[in-house]
């Protein structure tokens, strides 16, 4: 997969030369190319922004450097990226929306600082490549750079190869399947007591059938406690008996 992130803090991604998607990255599985979105001005102080129309505070991301990046990264051709623009206005980023974007070829990321970005580019951008404008959460960052960490990470993971174990995926709290609307619940290793605390006996009893349902329980017991409001997005089918009993 190629990911291209432009951005005017090149520098904010250099997390992604370590571990899995350093090793993606060296082993040819991703392709990420890091742009300065300065290159794309013309003045003595290689300007990004300005005063925002119809007043207010703050700075808006100028269009022109922006529409010219495009430009040169994404040309028009056959290939063309999937446009993702962290926004705290854009449609919230989930397990399932990493999953689809796992599925892309080619992904490009624009980083807004200041009020964001004028909105032009992206209606400009959206007639010439799929746009995607993605929210981490109900929270106001200072600029996208750690949106698009977040993102390439959880995108990253799900490509085939990346992680060492592909059914760990399976496991996570939201994955999609059993899984999906849940979080996983409490996990354990050796030593089997520390501290005076034991780990859950069921999981050493070798019996895979019970360890399976102790962990669902768990699964339920814990989404119940911190995320009650995703039980009700449980697929009805997916219940069984004893689900509805935790
Ligand atoms: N004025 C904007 C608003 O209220 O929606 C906030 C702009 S914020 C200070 C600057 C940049 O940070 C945004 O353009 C976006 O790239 C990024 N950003 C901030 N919060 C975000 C969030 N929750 N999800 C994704 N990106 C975010």
């Known amino acids: 997969m190629r990911l291209d992130i432009i951005s005017i803090f090149p520098e904010y991604f250099a997390p992604l030369d370590v571990s899995l998607i350093g090793k993606a990255r060296r082993t040819g599985l991703l392709d990420v190319r890091v742009h300065d979105l300065r290159s794309w001005t013309h003045d003595r102080h290689r300007t990004v922004d300005d005063t925002p129309y119809g007043g207010g505070p703050g700075m808006v991301m100028k269009p022109e450097p922006w529409g010219e990046a495009l430009d040169e990264i994404a040309p028009a051709g056959d290939a063309v990226p999937r446009l993702v623009v962290p926004t705290p206005s854009g449609r919230p980023f989930t397990q399932a929306m990493a999953a689809e974007l796992a599925a892309e070829d080619w992904l490009l990321f624009a980083c807004g600082r200041y009020e964001g970005i004028d909105s032009r580019v992206v209606a400009e951008a959206a007639t010439r490549m799929p746009v995607s404008e993605v929210s981490l959460g109900d929270f106001v960052l200072a600029g996208g750079e750690v949106a698009v960490l977040v993102m390439t990470e959880a995108i990253g993971r799900l490509i085939p190869g990346v992680l060492g174990n592909a059914e760990s995926v399976a496991d996570d ?46 699964a339920l017991r814990r989404t119940a406690a911190h995320r009650p409001e995703l039980l009700g997005r449980l697929d009805p089918e997916r219940l069984d008996k004893h689900d509805r009993k935790v």
């Open 173 to 218: 709290s939201f994955a999609p399947g059993a899984m999906e609307s849940l979080l996983e619940g409490p996990v354990f290793t050796k030593p089997p007591v520390w501290r005076e605390r034991a780990v859950p006996e069921i999981l050493l009893s070798g019996n895979h059938g019970a360890i399976a349902r102790w962990r669902r329980d768990e």
